[in-house]
């Protein structure tokens, strides 16, 4: 597994496994009011209880390659997975089974499936969450949070991939260079927006 050698600056500091449990709190504030994951979580309580989990589940690797990062006082969280450490499709799968209704279970499984057709086939950086605290949101933490890890694409001409689960996110997202590639909608599920972002020179993707 590729260890990433972890950055530090005056708004971005790497997340290490002694502050895990706080990154995971913060996405957890940060997704409450997130389109797709409350349409997998309604219940209140049954969001507190699962979506940590799913969290650890679809990013956490990011914590063991040190590509995981936060913002001072753990306003804000990213987890970056490198090259070749994709989340583990089964046991992503096997939480949402485990978690969901069938109903829901079904159409979430459908979404994750459409998911595969847009991932980069060559080598890419996944950006499998990032999330400010809702009371913190709109004051450019997540901008900040993002900004050390864009330079290091641009300087070492890596492929970068998301996929936003929030249509109001896509302007930020392409701020930063990432271009809109698909819209994923299955049922009454709100979309998801498959985003990669291609290395720069001056503002400019890369020949």
Not at 1 to 17: K, N, Q, Y
Not at 85 to 105: G, I, S
Not at 182 to 188: R, T
Request: aromatic content about 10%.
């Amino acid at each position: 597994m590729t260890v990433i050698a972890p950055f530090a600056s005056d708004d971005v500091v790497a997340t290490g496994v002694k502050d895990r449990d706080r990154s995971i709190k913060t996405l957890t504030l940060a997704f409450s009011v997130d389109p797709f994951v409350r349409f997998c979580y309604p219940n209140p309580v049954s969001y507190l209880v699962h979506f940590p989990n799913f969290a650890e589940t679809l990013g956490g690797k990011a914590f063991t390659c040190g590509s995981a990062y936060h913002s001072g006082e753990h306003l804000g969280a990213a987890l970056w997975l490198p090259p070749h450490t994709l989340p583990d499709e089964k046991d992503v799968f096997e939480h949402f089974e485990r978690t969901l209704d069938p109903p829901t279970t079904k159409t979430v499984l459908a979404v994750l499936n459409q998911m595969d057709r847009y991932q980069p086939e060559e080598p890419h950086w996944y950006l499998a969450f990032i999330g400010v605290d809702v009371s913190h949101q709109g004051q450019g933490i997540g901008s900040k949070l993002l900004k050390p890890m864009i330079d290091k694409f641009d300087h070492e001409e890596c492929l970068a991939y998301l996929e936003s689960t929030n249509a109001a996110n896509i302007p930020l997202y392409e701020r930063l260079g990432f271009n809109l590639i698909g819209c994923i909608e299955v049922d009454d599920c709100p979309p998801l927006f498959p985003m990669v972002r291609r290395p720069q020179v001056a503002g400019r993707p890369r020949s």
